[in-house]
């Protein structure tokens, strides 16, 4: 099995952190808004998450859903503005 | 009814004026609205016998308006249900009045037992099935309000959460409507005439009564925010930039979504001059936030349950309410109304101590719909000082089951509920609704749910479920399946974000399931 970066894991606990599933990390191509684990409130404290802990600044306003509704599509978000 | 009255006035006034528009590009003018509401009513009439309850089911179609406006004109009660809301939960309306004519202005996703369903084909040819009949005060149709709605007769009927799993029928009559409209009309001390109305809550929650009423009749335009609007940030901003929106109705936490992001500013709503809020507990951190992204605006709280009829206090909140550090006022009692905090005895408690909150007043909703016994509990009767000379008035009261004190000035503070009812996101839950419809999934042996609190604010609820049997090959599976069958059942508000599974529910020595012990049990996020 691949081993998550630090950053990786990192994400990982803060999407289990706000959608109150640790085991978030088996599904990660789950739509997390379609299984009812985020709503538009949690959708926004993760983004808010984001740029507290890894300075990733993402306006609410900038991303629609389908570019964020999974564990790995989060992490693509992530590390595509992380430097 | 007054309500109607006013809606006419505009209709012979500024026909051509828009009365609604929602984000999907629908609107409606005020004549338009007034052709098709008058056409629906006389095909109600001739479907059905008046007085008779209508089911009214969709989202926010302009047929929607015109269908609430036709059973109103025909005399009949309206009862709104959004389409976001499970068809279980529809069926479950629908089984507590006799086969009522069901107006389907969305079709529900499978056939609704015990109702006469009109589809949204037919309704739009009721709709345009007469010639707009003359609007002049002396036409033949608006002299002859007869058949209109009026006084003790009911409006809407709102179905809400009930503790034993079932929705129960808040019964809103004419007159309450009429009442709290005249009130509503002078918030904030900003003329409402002609003006456009932010709507974000459902029809089915009536939170959106006060921007509807308001709106048309003020001759105003009410703006919908649709459901696809709202899942998305960017197409809602778009929208609001598109809104040209005066006045601003919602639930707090809506509002306080919409700060997270910077370009939520009066450059984005320049005309906005007032924001009402109502349905939850408002943060002083949201109002300040509105104080200071709108320097032109004015914030103002209320407080009501759907029993007398959206809102009967107001207060507007102001920079030092914010700084005070203590929770925000919810108003002081509208003229009409009076505020009673009561004791454990049902004693009327002195302004400063806590007790549970008793409306009395001309909104006060006639009782919950087929339910003599559980309407008894809540509802009674009782006098009240009202009109310029204070003449004691009978009218009815209803207890809140809310915890609150009025201070020595008439200001009421709010403190959460006494017993098993949540709010969340201004949606009110029985939490035993949610675990009645647990039980009721074949493979739940029991169930419990709690809130969860951050800084004595409600984040979301957790459900504690022992299974009967094996559901999935992991946790998280099992977990996934338990919330997607209850959304089969419950509004999608109603679904607990987060399941722990148990093998089995621990008891109190009573026997009950021991809620304290689960709070400290498992450390649910």
């Known amino acids: ?83 | 009814m007054r309500y109607l009255i006013s809606i006419r006035r505009w209709v012979q006034e500024t026909p051509q004026a828009i009365a609604f528009r929602n984000t999907d590009g629908a609107s409606l003018s005020y004549g338009e609205l007034w052709q098709r509401a008058t056409s629906l009513a006389s095909q109600l009439s001739a479907a059905d016998a008046a007085g008779t309850p209508v089911v009214v089911y969709g989202h926010k179609e302009p047929l929607m308006i015109a269908c609430f406006l036709a059973c109103s004109m025909s005399g009949r009660a309206y009862i709104p249900v959004d389409s976001s809301l499970p068809v279980e939960r529809l069926q479950a309306i629908v089984d507590q009045i006799k086969e009522p004519l069901l107006l389907a202005v969305r079709q529900p996703e499978v056939e609704i037992a015990n109702a006469r369903s009109v589809e949204r084909k037919v309704l739009e040819q009721w709709a345009s099935a007469k010639p707009a009949p003359p609007v002049a005060a002396d036409g033949p149709y608006p002299s002859d309000t007869s058949a209109w709605v009026s006084d003790e007769e009911l409006f809407y009927i709102l179905f809400t959460s009930g503790s034993s799993g079932v929705p129960k029928g808040v019964e809103v009559t004419a007159a309450c409507v009429d009442n709290f409209l005249e009130w509503a009309l002078t918030l904030g001390d900003v003329p409402k005439e002609g003006k456009t109305f932010i709507n974000q809550a459902p029809f089915s929650f009536d939170l959106s009564v006060f921007e509807l009423t308001m709106a048309l009749a003020s001759g105003g335009c009410l703006f919908s925010l649709c459901s696809e609007t709202q899942h998305s940030l960017p197409k809602l901003f778009l929208a609001l930039a598109d809104s040209q929106a005066h006045i601003w109705v919602s639930t707090p936490s809506f509002a306080a979504l919409c700060l997270n992001d910077a370009s939520f500013t009066q450059e984005l709503l320049p005309e906005v001059e007032l924001f009402l809020f109502c349905g939850e507990v408002l943060l002083p951190s949201t109002a300040a936030g509105l104080h200071e992204r709108f320097p032109r605006a004015r914030v103002v709280n209320t407080y009501g349950p759907t029993e007398s009829t959206v809102a009967v206090t107001q207060v507007p909140i102001t920079p030092e309410h914010c700084a005070s550090g203590v929770p925000l006022p919810v108003g002081r009692a509208r003229s009409g109304t009076r505020i009673d905090i009561l004791g454990t005895q049902g004693e009327v408690l002195l302004p400063g101590e806590t007790g549970e909150i008793r409306i009395v007043g001309d909104t006060v909703a006639r009782g919950y719909f087929g339910q003599p016994e559980l309407s008894a509990q809540v509802f009674g009767r009782a006098e009240t000082l009202m009109g310029e000379n204070d003449r004691p008035v009978a009218v009815r009261s209803y207890r809140t089951g809310d915890k609150g004190y009025l201070d020595k000035t008439g200001m009421l503070y709010y403190q959460g509920r006494l017993d098993f009812q949540v709010k969340l996101n201004g949606y009110r839950i029985e939490l035993g609704d949610i675990e009645e419809n647990l039980r009721a999934l074949p493979y739940v042996k029991d169930a419990a749910v709690l809130p969860a609190l951050k800084d004595e604010k409600i984040t979301h609820l957790v459900a504690y479920v022992a299974l009967s049997t094996e559901i999935a090959p992991s946790s998280l599976k099992a977990r996934m399946r338990v919330k997607e069958d209850l959304s089969k059942r419950l509004p999608a508000y109603m679904v607990p974000k987060s399941i722990v599974l148990m093998d089995n529910l621990p008891l109190n020595p009573n026997g009950k399931v021991d809620r304290s012990a689960l709070r400290g049990s498992v450390q649910p996020r």
Request: charged residues 35%; proline residues 1%.
């Open chain 1, 1 to 83: 099995m691949d081993t998550d970066t630090q950053l990786r894991q990192d994400i990982i606990a803060l999407i289990a952190e706000v959608t109150c599933e640790d085991d978030i990390s088996e599904e990660r191509d789950l739509d997390l808004f379609e299984s009812g684990l985020l709503d538009s409130l949690a959708a926004i404290e993760l983004l808010v998450g984001i740029e507290e802990r890894f300075g990733v600044d993402i306006a609410p306003t900038a991303v629609e859903r389908e570019e964020m509704n999974t564990v790995n599509r989060i992490i693509a978000q992530i590390e595509q503005r992380y430097l």
